[in-house]
């Protein structure tokens, strides 16, 4: 991994986007060793900084640090601790980039198109962190991270933490349009397809998505409008499987305008009847394959279930749900670096 991190630049390029205000002749561990020791950390399955107790004396550990086996120890706890707290607001700006710019030089080529999944992710805390606070479908207190990735190469290319009770959409927007001009800057003539779940389908995102020009897909949940004019086809779904006792999927797909909303939008619905009951879900979407073949586009939505798997991998394989710093900014910057050791995962 050290290796391969020399290669791609990752975490020289992470400490490049960060300040050091310390006096530089009382300095005894760099940010570069520091940052080093706690992304490589949390691939070797160790995601506390307690885990360096231990960890700063490894021969192992010293020597991907740059430090001899025979030379002082690595950074402590406590001095990871106040790593964690200096970091300020100007190196998240500069941080957003570094990861951006990461994955702009991940492809040998220009990409003619591009899928970028963007969702949350519940984040359990167990302490009095600034900014966490009860959600009430989580049922416990929290933070709220979210994470765009890419479908193509599954990198993190943005990330957020929200407050613990912030609607999953809070400032959605605005990351797809700064993700989106920051890659059209790199790619021009890229197509980009935005997929999300229901949570962020409000009217300021799909607003953002028609001013970019991106294809979306985006879930919106039932309400009785939607199962009314939907109703006759689960019924023959239903009629169908009681029939021939095989699975059943069938798709409607017409205009429709929620009140909230300016003008018209794509609906597909999908109406499934099986051994298990029955089944609704609808997405909007402004995909031009959408309005041939409904079921050829929500089954490509449906294969957004990956991007959450990249989540899953993110929360519970790196353990970036290990946020007990006591400041929110300190919080901020251990994602950061959970997202920094996935994407070195990821290149491997």
């Known amino acids: 991994f050290r290796q391969l991190d020399e290669e791609v630049g990752l975490t020289r390029q992470f400490v490049e986007a960060l300040v050091d205000r310390r006096h530089v002749g009382y300095v005894d561990h760099t940010f570069l060793e ?4 706690r992304i490589y950390g949390i691939i070797a399955d160790y995601p506390d900084q307690n885990d360096h107790d231990v960890l700063r004396s490894d021969p192992i550990f010293k020597l991907i640090c740059d430090r001899s086996i025979e030379g002082d120890d690595l950074a402590s706890q406590p001095t990871l601790s106040r790593f964690e707290n200096a970091i300020d607001t100007g190196c998240f700006l500069r941080l957003r980039d570094v990861f951006i710019d990461q994955f702009i030089a991940s492809f040998e080529e220009p990409p003619s198109h591009l899928t970028l999944d963007i969702d949350p992710f519940d984040d359990p805390t167990h302490g009095q962190q600034q900014l966490t606070f009860f959600h009430g479908y989580y049922d416990q207190y929290q933070y709220l991270p979210r994470v765009i990735t890419c479908a193509e190469n599954d990198l993190v290319v943005d990330l957020c933490l929200l407050y613990g009770s912030a609607h999953a959409a809070l400032g959605a927007a605005d990351d797809l349009e700064y993700v989106v001009r920051r ?3 790199a790619w021009p003539g890229v197509r980009i397809h935005i997929r999300a779940d229901s949570g962020l389908g409000v009217p300021k995102v799909y607003s953002a998505c028609e001013g970019l020009d991106t294809d979306y897909t985006i879930g919106i949940s039932m309400n009785s409008r939607l199962k ?17 006792g095989e699975p059943q999927r069938l798709f409607a797909a017409f205009w429709y305008r929620a009140d909230s909303w300016p003008a018209q939008r794509w609906v597909v619905v999908k109406c499934e009847a099986n051994s298990q009951g029955t089944n609704r879900r609808a997405v909007v979407t402004n995909r031009p394959g959408g ?28 353990q970036a749900d290990r946020l007990s710093d006591h400041r929110y900014f300190a919080n901020l910057f251990r994602l950061y670096l959970h997202a920094a050791a996935y994407n070195l995962l990821v290149h491997m």
């Open 228 to 244: 009314k004019l939907t109703d006759s086809l689960l019924e023959e779904a239903v009629s169908r499987f009681e029939a021939t």
């Open 34 to 37: 520091m940052t080093r020791s």
């Open 183 to 185: 890659l059209r800057e």
């Open 291 to 318: 309005f041939v073949l409904p079921s050829a586009a929500y089954d490509e939505y449906a294969d957004r279930g990956e991007g959450e798997n990249r989540n899953k991998e993110l929360k519970c394989g790196l």
